[in-house]
């Protein structure tokens, strides 16, 4: 079963190892030092057996708090680069957004599920993780 | 190719094995006993070889057919729970709909096809089958 | 500004001034005994000055909140036929939604501001009140 | 006739003149010092007559252009807050945003067409302007 | 109330008046001589009374069949140009489109309703008439 | 990695190997002489590793700029069936569009990574290749 969710953000591409120059080619408008922003949609996909006495595969009401708690909480209307603990030292792409918020929710969910994770920085930019 | 459907249905969930508390704890406003309703939006998914004679993997008018007559025509402006037989005694969750749809439809399309079911409840919540 | 919420409800049309058969030649298929649902969309629109203080004309928020509360948890997931006051001897049409929430609205809002309610009933039918 | 664009924007919703207690009272998780972030969905809407040696109000590709070189060129991927001289001393909430958009429009397009601004915030907030 | 509707065209545009040079520098790629297409989408607004027998201001049904018979089975799968005779001597631009649908509704419409029709070229492009 | 992009054509489905009558009953609406046409959205999926340099699977702005290069300045405001080589000999259905698609892009892009291609032809009807 999925869950959409939203949350909105600013953010900024850049790699400190690189010259000014350097960023600007690879990364162009994303790395201006001010930031930009977007609103993401976030798709969690969880698969795994239907509970014959719920006929849920999932509570979405329960996948929908713990997206809440644990992701949207710390994403939502913040600066990812800024005030996000794990984009401290980690570029906050769309691909590795996903895969940040694939870690956090893989620790809080049974591996009798499969997780994945889609999320879309814009409406026709987005990505998948795991692929 | 893949072929989106709609169809407009009340339904309640509801295991009558279990008591009203818990019934109301577990599937909580959707236990409303007078029903509540939604819009599903059905995507019919099938896989195979393209045609060499007609380009097509399936005819997209025959397969919107199979679908109205053997689930729009059943599921549309109804109760799942009073007018459908499958539900008679199933729990009409996202997955339980997904699976007898699913089932409906396997019997209807040669087994050279490929079949998958994804049903939107709400914009939010949705499911696939099989996974 | 806009604001745009969601709820889904069940119901069913129905005149008990007519016999059967006008009911069911008049609201065909939405007239099943049983009932049947959708995930209604609702817009709210108030239009009024901008508050130089904030850059708002309302606090979303606020309207938000207010929309929650007055409408939103009393029909969503509810049978508007059967559980909701207002349609106990009226015809829950998408019209007749719409007016009603204009007119729960209109008593909570200042009348500095006009308000204006865009009910979808499915992605394809929907009204406009006032017009 | 409408014109649909897009850009993406770092924002700050704060008031100068009142202490720190009341910006986050009054604007919420919108006052986060570090900003956060929107992709603006933007409809210019130009009312005219039609030209009969053409079919057009106005030329599309003449309209987009002009919102391309006035508007996301200079809004895109910037923090509307820092990088844009118009909200240098205003608040750039939607209805600011909305308004700065149409007087710059307003100057660019002959008053022989009203102009009409629809801002979407997200897909749930957003304002027109003029009402 | 409002009523959603759908179909795919081809068509050109061209003003037989122009020599080549000047169809191709006003019209663009719109001017390729082998047509190209769109899937328009089709907005149709009635405005008048709430009829108090049935809670409908028009029935979606009858409404949706008028648009069925009237436009639908003449425009869809069509090429404007070539297979519509309003269009044998009227640039199809989207503005022409909607005013010779608005005509064509307008007559099979009582005048107790205010008509108005919004036409989507495209996502992104698209027109009202009567403004 | 998915990106969206959009193309508007017109087309027609024919197997000329086949008399009038057969391609009338094969294809029904979609064998006018005369063409009819689309708004196509096109999602073109890449699947690779994340180069931890950019955080990126592969660059956003360089898979639009091949798209735009070797699809869209090709297909965009098109007749397929008249102006595109490929579909001189084949019959432009949309599984056959997204698999010449898949091929020229497929010869673009390196085979570190799995490409996959979803052609829209209406929001309902729509293809994958490969499977």
Chains 1, 2, 3, 4, 5, 6 share one sequence.
Do not use: Q
Request: aromatic share 10%; hydrophobic share 35%; net charge negative.
């Amino acid at each position: 079963m999925l869950r959409k969710e939203h949350f909105n953000a600013a953010h900024r591409l850049h790699n400190p190892e690189w010259n000014a120059e350097d960023n600007a080619r690879i990364f162009g408008k994303c790395n201006n030092p001010n930031f930009h922003g977007h609103n993401y949609d976030l798709i969690v996909r969880l698969s795994g057996e239907v509970d014959p006495k719920t006929g849920y595969v999932f509570d979405m009401k329960i996948l929908s708090d713990l997206i809440k708690e644990n992701v949207l909480d710390r994403f939502d209307h913040k600066n990812l680069n800024l005030d996000v603990e794990e984009f401290k030292e980690l570029n906050p792409s769309a691909e590795n957004i996903a895969i940040v918020i694939y870690d956090i929710l893989r620790e809080k969910i049974s591996h009798d599920y499969d997780l994945k994770i889609t999320l879309f920085e814009t409406e026709r930019n987005y990505v998948e993780y795991p692929i």
